[in-house]
Every structure is written in C-alpha cells, then in structure tokens.
C-alpha cells in the first residue's frame, strides 16, 4: 500500500484510533489522507483532502466510527478501487472487523495481502430527476399526521404485492440486519444478491416480505389512498413522495468492497452482535456440541 485514507465518526473521540494508524504508517512509509474538515479537530500528520479525492486516491479506507461511519466510507469508495476496513468505535458496530487495539496487526495483515474482500451490492433510486445510493436500504415512512404509507410495489414492470403500512423498507442483505430486521425482516448473508422487501407495522391482509432478484427493475408506487411519505436512504431523509409518485430502484452488485481477515464469519458475528437466542426447547449447550 501506499496511502490509507480515514474517515471519521463525526462526534466520537477517535484520537486513540488515527494515533494507531498514524504510527504503523510512519513505520512503513505509506501516507495517510483524512477529510479536511474531519481531521483538523486533531493534531495529526493525516494529508487533507476532499471526500472524492480521498475515495480516488486511497489504496485502502479505514472507517472509525460505527456502523453510520461504516456507510459513509462505502459509499465514498463506491465504484473506486480501495477496500473499506471497518474500526469499531460504537456499541455494536456490525459492519467493522476490529476494534482499536487489532488495528495495528489488522493494517500490517492488509499490507501483507492476508485478507479477503468482501462485495457489498448498492441500491440505486431514481426520485424524479435526481439519484440516491443506498448500501443498508431505501425506505418510504409515514410521515405523523399525513396517513399510512401505502404502496404497491411493481417488479420487471409487472404489478407484484402492495402494502398499507408506517414503512415500506427495500433492503440490501447489508441492511438486513437494519431497519429490515427491526420490522421482522429475514437475516440475508451478504454473499447474497438479493433485495428484501419488508413492511413495518403492516395493517393488510397481506403483510409478508419478499426477495426479489437483483436482476429485475423494482418500482415503489405511492398510491391514492397514500399519505405524505419520506424517503430515507441509509436512514437520512433524501426527499418526500405523495399519491401518484414513484420511485424506480435497481440493485447493483459489487458497488463497495469490505475487507474480511477471517477470524469471524457473518453467522458469527450475526449471532453475537444481534443477540439473537434460542427457542426455550432446544438446550442451552447445543451449538456446542453440534459436530457432536
């Protein structure tokens, strides 16, 4: 390597974490580039640079935040040819690889070339003449006092399912474990291209999620009967739909890279960080005695 680029959490205290990667940096001689207007509430030796620049020039991204941060970083590097190495500074921070005190060895494994990458697929949505990136999910919520979010969607053109609901969420399997998940929606690996499509609080007859093909066009058509929806994209308001509005969405694999240093897999790291328990009938010791 010979530039890491750092993006910031924008309020936690990342000054022990830029410490760690500025120090194994100055021991092999690779430069590091950080946000202008993040890095300079540090006194760091980081290069400041624009955002673009960071996503362009950098050979490897390291995120230092959470999950938010995380987000932020792949959508900096989308289409670009650097990596994005998660730092947990957050509670649950489940998108990161290592916390601060693995940083340094987990810099020197990516140096050597000892990891993996891992393809995480964007989705693309078209609201008007404008186009937003998701890389957790695209959602349409009911916004308090203008009625229900009621919404057909339409797959390769075709009319499928519709919902009235507080949300329809248009999920990644890297949002699977968001706001889909909040709203009963399936754990997707992310070695999975897919589109989950799940309501949150339904009140129709049918209140099932689907997964659709990232292969298949998928369109959100606000109906009549609809209230003044918002649109969250990673869970940031992006603009507002009402009745007779659509909005076009299209799945599109491999958009950011993560990095993976294989001391966990995604069931792992699902079952630890979401907590996820068991039935009360099954024994407390059954996942280790499985191979048994």
């Known amino acids: 390597m010979r530039s890491v680029g750092l993006v910031l959490h924008p309020q936690r205290d990342s000054a022990t974490a830029v ?3 500025l120090g194994w940096a100055a021991n092999r001689g690779i430069e590091i580039l950080g946000i202008a207007e993040e890095i300079e509430r540090l006194d760091c030796a980081a290069v400041p640079v624009t ?3 960071l996503g362009r020039g950098a050979d490897l991204v390291v995120s230092l935040g959470g999950d938010g941060t995380m987000l932020r970083a792949m959508r900096l590097t989308d289409g670009q040819r650097a990596p994005v190495l998660g730092v947990n500074l957050g509670k649950l921070g489940f998108l990161a690889e290592v916390d601060v005190p693995d940083l340094p060895g987990a810099l020197s494994a990516i140096d050597d070339h000892e990891f993996s990458i891992e393809p995480r697929l964007a989705v693309d949505a078209t609201l008007g003449d404008r186009s937003v990136t998701a890389f957790n999910e ?14 057909a969607v339409r797959v390769a053109g075709q009319p ?24 009963g929606g399936p754990i997707t690996s992310p070695a999975v291209e897919a589109l ?3 309501p949150a609080a339904p009140h129709s ?13 998928v369109a959100l058509d606000v109906l009549p009967s609809s209230g003044r929806l918002a649109v969250e994209v990673d869970g940031e ?17 491999n958009a950011a890279r993560v990095v993976r240093l294989g001391r966990t897999t ?27």
């Open 205 to 217: 007859a049918y209140s099932r999620g689907v997964v659709l093909s990232v292969r298949d066009t």
């Open 51 to 53: 955002p673009a620049e």
């Open 138 to 151: 695209v959602a349409v919520v009911r916004v308090p006092g203008h009625g229900s979010a009621v919404v």
């Open 160 to 183: 499928f399912v519709s919902y009235a609901a507080d949300a329809v969420i248009v999920a990644t399997p890297t949002g699977s474990t968001a706001y889909s998940f909040s709203a």
């Open 237 to 253: 308001v992006a603009g507002h739909v009402g009745p007779g509005e659509h909005i076009e969405l299209r799945a599109r694999p």
């Open 19 to 21: 410490a760690a990667v």
């Open 196 to 198: 989950l499509v799940t």
């Open 266 to 292: 995604f069931y792992q790291r699902a079952r630890r960080k979401l907590r996820l328990t068991d039935s009360a009938e099954i024994p407390v010791s059954w996942p280790d005695c499985a191979g048994g």
